[in-house]
């Protein structure tokens, strides 16, 4: 039997008991055995792969925000305390996920119950698939357009994904929410399974209240990145399979055909021509010093993970996609496109123009859009217009600047905003596309120059031999 709480402390714990479990009681520690609340706070639960379930709790708050707690109770005799409710003076932070307030002015304020075994088994911050988040992504905004509530869509979504980090991922969020916390809040803690230009989005359904149709774009631009890169892999998939190939072939005829070559030219003293002395000596160095090709391919990877790797360099890295000769341009249409659509929704729901900017910058995942788009927001602060403040950064192409400028002049920004968004991401799909119908041709080319040289070399120094032996 439990020994009875201090007497100062009855009245409140009693209301708090009565609270949780719903039914009316004279002494708190008569409703311990209700499974709901019955919990050994100490005692480690086994769970698959040695997991432990963390003991859940409790937390009541009455009207004037004090700790209104059950005592855990005296300790037993081998040191180990007794079954209860876990004091704690976390009042009033989160209201119960029903929202009811009980009798007597006490309330739950936070219920934390035990996670599913496989929101432990999996580090919750690992990223998940595109086509895992495109899934989600569509299911959830067809249950938030059929007017399901949010926690009754994330259950549904949680049964319908196999993958065990985004089922993890599903349980935090819907924690989080049935807390009070809004989606979008929930949804940023997951910096590694949602990009940041869909973390941005969700921002921006916060002040439009359409999470519908931000929903729905954001499985767009999934889609299309998925797409993407398919288009991507197919076309490098014949590339890289000739590339291996090749050089396998290279690489066979560098260790055991060439020395053989090398050492029958010696033999005769031919006087070898000049891409024959290019390639044995190229063959020479690589069997000779292999090793130290190694180590320094292996340490320009280090080098490049050091100074590109890692959210710290993320600036520097943003910089070098942003400046690449072909890819800085398709960075920097995504880039744009994203933002105008963003900036779009959130002027046509009236949100200030400074948050605006402010939110649709973040929705690029560029630091350099939003480091120049700061700026933006200061001169608009300083009374600028936003077509001159947006021409100073130099970030927007001559079509997206004149569609600024005259919606900013006619009063209709959110429309011309919307209009670019459509121009560039048909610019961008084009782009994708002309990349890799390129990329194809480019490195057949590149093999062929390699294998041609081989054999310009092997050719030309048999001729000479031939030549000189006459």
């Excluded at 520690?29 to 997991?51: C, K, M, N, T, V």
């Excluded at 595109?130 to 979504?157: C, H, K, R, W």
């Excluded at 590149?446 to 000479?464: K, T």
């Amino acid at each position: 039997m439990l020994a009875r709480p201090p007497a100062d402390r009855t009245k409140t714990s009693t209301s708090c008991a009565t609270t949780l479990c719903g039914r009316s009681a004279t002494r708190p520690w008569d409703l311990l055995a209700d499974s709901r609340i019955r919990h050994r706070p100490e005692q480690r639960l086994w769970y698959p792969f040695g997991l432990h379930a963390p003991t859940p709790s409790a937390t009541c708050s009455g009207v004037n925000q004090t700790s209104a707690a059950v005592d855990p109770g005296d300790s037993t005799p081998t040191g180990r305390r007794r079954p209860g409710l876990r004091r704690t003076r976390d009042a009033g932070a989160i209201g119960d996920s029903s929202g009811a307030i009980a009798q007597g002015g006490v309330a739950l304020t936070q219920t934390d119950q035990p996670q599913k075994w496989y929101a432990r088994q999996y580090h919750v911050g690992r990223s998940v698939p595109m086509n895992v988040l495109l899934a989600f992504t569509q299911q959830l905004s067809s249950f938030v357009e059929a007017g399901i509530p949010m926690v009754e869509s994330l259950d549904i979504a949680l049964g319908e994904t196999d993958d065990a980090t985004m089922k993890a991922t599903i349980v935090d969020i819907r924690s989080s929410v049935e807390r009070g916390s809004s989606f979008a809040d929930a949804v940023s803690k997951h910096t590694r399974v949602f990009p940041a230009f869909y973390r941005a989005m969700l921002r921006s359904a916060d002040f439009t209240g359409n999470l519908n149709e931000v929903l729905n774009q954001a499985g767009v631009y999934l889609e299309r990145d998925i797409t993407a890169r398919k288009q991507i892999k197919s076309a490098l998939t014949y590339p890289m399979v000739v590339v291996c190939v090749a050089i396998i072939a290279v690489v066979l005829m560098a260790a055991f055909v060439l020395p053989k070559f090398a050492d029958l030219y010696k033999s005769v003293n031919a006087k070898l021509p000049l891409p024959t002395r290019m390639l044995l000596g190229i063959t020479d160095f690589f069997n000779n010093y292999w090793w130290a090709i190694f180590l320094g391919l292996a340490g320009v990877g280090v080098l490049a993970m050091a100074t590109l790797g890692g959210n710290a360099n993320k600036r520097r890295r943003d910089g070098l996609f942003w400046n690449a000769p072909g890819l800085g341009s398709l960075v920097r249409s995504v880039s744009v496109e994203r933002f105008c659509r963003v900036l779009a929704a959130l002027t046509r729901a009236g949100v200030p123009l400074t948050e605006s900017l402010e939110v649709a910058a973040e929705s690029t995942n560029s630091t350099v859009f939003s480091a120049r788009m700061a700026s933006v927001r200061e001169d608009i602060v300083r009374g600028s217009g936003l077509s001159d403040s947006m021409r100073k950064t130099e970030l927007f192409p001559n079509t997206a600047q004149q569609m600024i400028d005259v919606g900013e002049r006619t009063g209709g920004l959110s429309n011309q905003l919307g209009r670019a968004a459509v121009y560039y991401e048909r610019e961008v799909s084009q782009r994708i596309k002309r990349l890799t119908d390129l990329f194809e041709p480019l490195v057949i080319m590149f093999i062929g120059l390699v294998v041609g040289f081989v054999a310009i070399a092997q050719v030309a120094a048999m001729y000479s031999v031939f030549s000189q032996i006459k």
